[in-house]
């Protein structure tokens, strides 16, 4: 496939298939430093830490700012106190200075917007010289403000960020209240060439609450929405009934070249969805009206789908492409293979081992509109009695960017309680971790609870929410129990098979 993936950019761009699953195996604040070390650690070594302000953290994205790494955290829902300013706030996004990994240092905390809401869970990062019609002398930014609208940011002074303007807001979804509410956003993706926003929300009347909504932002000011899309069902005035309120929709739009790899449902009911994007974003010429949601048109851009069993998820959806594999080099045909990372997520029920235990799948899409799994990665429980520890066990995400010494050679993911882990990908068909790295609970780490048999049951412990990694091979980690920020990196083994000096 010649879809050649964009070297170090945050991304983050119907076949029936029966699934056989062949299974292998600015001044240092008082919270920053280097004093949280992992007693556990294997080809990889804390090089830096920040408390994050005790904030329940969700998604790193680190940009380049010249010589500068600016590192982007959102957070989940939530308040605490912002000792800069004296003031208890919501949740919303830090930024950071990690241009010395070692030192980590804090130079914003900004809030969500307005009264009613509370985390940002994603944001993007775009330098206007790469927008098509963007300010070449301006940084811009967008993030999810809580679960209500989508927002567009200057930060070309990343300590002092400026709101330009709220992109769209999310509407109401026709499905009847859940405990997931009936209004969402999460994880979004902002492609600097084209432009193209493609963002995770509920538009007004959709049946279930995050399907993708297309902007085009290739000029900051004036934001225009293209279409929004889902799978054939859930569009407004669809027959049958409702989605069952666990169907959450969209988790992760992930767009390289003219493809678009969909994960649906995170840990459960997951389906990958494969779109050409020129269809996508350009519609059934044919069509009265390309982008109306009918399911003519909701079918049109798609190549291929692969519905997962009940009890798996697809959280990301990442494509590597042009992976020789190894022992097939006398092969005729099929020698180099295209594949896809995709990591199910270990939810509600990973709490203590109550559920099914979720993996992350590598799907050979060499054949594109015939996606198949061909192997699995998994952390083995008893090499860390992970379901006693408590809290979640299992793999939550991936790196989203893409970087040459990692691309074929190893992923890193988080692994909530299992920390961080790298494994060598280089033989998709055997996968082997060759590093991992688990992090200390602090005072700040708050704790996990689960109802067991009638009772419950809490545990201090770590739990890896998600990690990226930046140009200089270092790894981002946030956690999802308010622990903070933990910045490694690979050594020995793990550090030679990306080529890192």
């Known amino acids: 496939m010649s879809n050649e993936p964009l070297i170090c950019q945050s991304l983050i761009g119907s076949c029936s298939v029966a699934i056989a699953l062949f299974i292998a195996g600015c001044d240092a604040l008082p919270g920053a430093g280097a004093e949280a070390a992992g007693t556990n650690a294997h080809n990889m070594r804390l090089v830096g830490y920040h408390d994050l302000q005790a904030r329940s953290a969700y998604q790193p994205v680190v940009h380049a700012y010249g010589e500068r790494r600016i590192l982007f ?18 949740n919303g996004m830090s930024i950071l200075d990690v241009t010395d990994p070692s030192a980590p240092v804090l130079l914003r905390h900004v809030p969500p917007t307005g009264d009613q809401a509370s985390g940002t869970q994603h944001v993007q990062v775009c330098d206007g010289s790469m927008l098509p019609n963007g300010d070449p002398d301006r940084i811009y930014l967008v993030r999810t403000n809580g679960l209500l609208s989508y927002e567009m940011f200057d930060v070309t002074d990343p300590a002092e960020p400026q709101f330009l303007r709220t992109i ?25 060439e084209s432009g193209i926003g493609y963002f995770n929300g509920t538009p007004q ?43 959450s929709g969209l988790h992760q739009p992930f767009v390289v070249g003219n493809r678009m790899y969909l994960g649906y449902g995170s840990g459960n009911d997951g389906t990958l969805q494969i779109l050409d994007r020129d269809k ?23 190549i291929a789908r692969l519905d997962m069993p009940a009890y798996w998820g697809v959280h990301t959806a990442k494509p590597i492409y042009g992976i020789e594999i190894p022992d097939y080099d006398d092969d005729a045909e099929n020698r180099v293979r295209d594949f896809l990372l995709i990591p199910s997520e270990a939810g509600g029920g990973a709490y203590r081992c109550q559920g099914t235990r979720d993996v992350m799948f590598i799907v050979d899409i060499t054949q594109e509109d015939k996606p198949f799994p061909v192997s699995t ?63 200390e ?9 689960v109802e067991i048999n009638g009772t419950e049951i809490c545990d201090v412990v770590i739990q890896t929410n998600n990690v990226d990694i930046d140009d200089r091979g270092y790894i981002y980690a946030v956690d999802r129990s308010s622990t903070g920020l933990h910045i490694v990196e690979l050594t020995g083994e793990a550090r030679e098979i990306v080529g890192l000096d």
């Not at 299992?418 to 990908?425: L, T």
Request: glycine share 10%.
């Open 73 to 90: 955290v959102g957070q989940h829902a939530g308040e605490a106190m912002n000792p800069d300013t004296g003031v208890i706030e919501v």
């Open 168 to 192: 769209a807001t999310t509407g109401v979804s026709a499905r009847g209240e859940s405990s997931r509410g009936n209004r969402e956003t999460h994880k979004i993706q902002w492609d600097c």
């Open 205 to 247: 009347g959709w049946r279930v609450t995050r399907v993708l909504q297309a902007f085009d932002l290739s000029d900051p000011e004036q934001p225009r929405h293209i279409r929004d899309f889902g799978l054939v069902g859930w569009q407004p005035g669809a027959e049958g009934p409702l989605p069952a309120n666990s169907v």
């Open 280 to 302: 996508f974003l350009n519609g059934d010429p044919e069509a009265d009206d390309p982008f109306a949601p009918t399911p003519e048109n909701l079918l049109y851009p798609q």
């Open 377 to 439: 990665y998994q952390v083995s429980e008893e090499s860390g009695n992970f379901c006693n520890r408590g809290g979640r066990f299992g793999p939550h995400s991936i790196n989203d960017t893409y970087h040459p010494g990692f691309d074929k050679s190893l992923v890193v993911l988080s692994y909530f309680n299992a920390g961080i882990r790298a494994v060598d990908i280089r033989n998709p068909f055997k996968p082997v971790e060759v590093g991992h790295f688990i992090p």
């Open 441 to 449: 609970v602090t005072e700040n780490t708050i704790e996990s609870c």
